[in-house]
């Protein structure tokens, strides 16, 4: 993994931007790729596009929310000082961080018991929202109600 100045001066433009015109709700969506894998849907992405995949929990998250098998979609929302959110949203809280390291997040969802709770999220988060937030609140887009119901975000 060799870069450029010029690959460097771009993600550093990239991470400025979401860092400084920050947001407090963001839709990020996700696919499984023929390699079985799941990667965020990054479109313009510069470096290798394997930094992308998720992995160590995150790739589990994608298929418990997936919605056909190979697409989820998410709202995320940072900055929420509320324990409670509305129903059809759950919580995960930063256990760790590290600029290089990325950061672990335990995952406040039933469902999650099935991987072990934990979720490791690579710097890349640090493109796509500018932070490794202490809290996220994480509302599944497009689910059946049965599977809303299933993972405890529907009564």
């Given at each position: 993994m060799d870069y450029s100045i010029t690959d460097l001066m771009k993600a550093a433009s990239m991470m400025s931007k979401k860092y400084f015109g920050r947001q407090d709700e963001y839709t990020i969506?996700?696919?499984?790729?023929?390699?079985?894998?799941?990667?965020?849907?990054?479109?313009?992405?510069?470096?290798?596009?394997?930094?992308?995949?998720?992995?160590?929990?995150?790739?589990?998250?994608?298929?418990?929310?997936?919605?056909?098998?190979?697409?989820?979609?998410i709202k995320v929302c940072v900055n929420i000082v509320s324990d409670r959110m509305p129903k059809g949203w759950f919580r995960i809280e930063k256990q760790d961080s590290s600029i290089t390291g990325g950061a672990h997040y335990q995952v406040d969802l039933v469902?999650?018991?099935?991987?072990?709770?934990?979720?490791?999220?690579?710097?890349?988060?640090?493109?796509?929202?500018?932070?490794?937030?202490?809290?996220?609140?994480?509302?599944?887009?497009?689910?059946?109600?049965?599977?809303?119901?299933?993972?405890?975000?529907?009564?």
């Open positions: 969506s996700f696919t499984k790729e023929d390699d079985g894998c799941w990667y965020v849907d990054y479109p313009d992405w510069p470096f290798d596009h394997h930094n992308l995949m998720m992995v160590e929990g995150a790739d589990d998250l994608c298929e418990i929310l997936s919605y056909d098998g190979t697409h989820t979609k469902a999650a018991n099935s991987f072990g709770g934990f979720i490791w999220l690579c710097p890349v988060t640090l493109f796509v929202l500018g932070q490794y937030p202490d809290y996220m609140w994480i509302k599944p887009m497009n689910l059946a109600d049965d599977k809303m119901k299933e993972l405890g975000l529907k009564d």
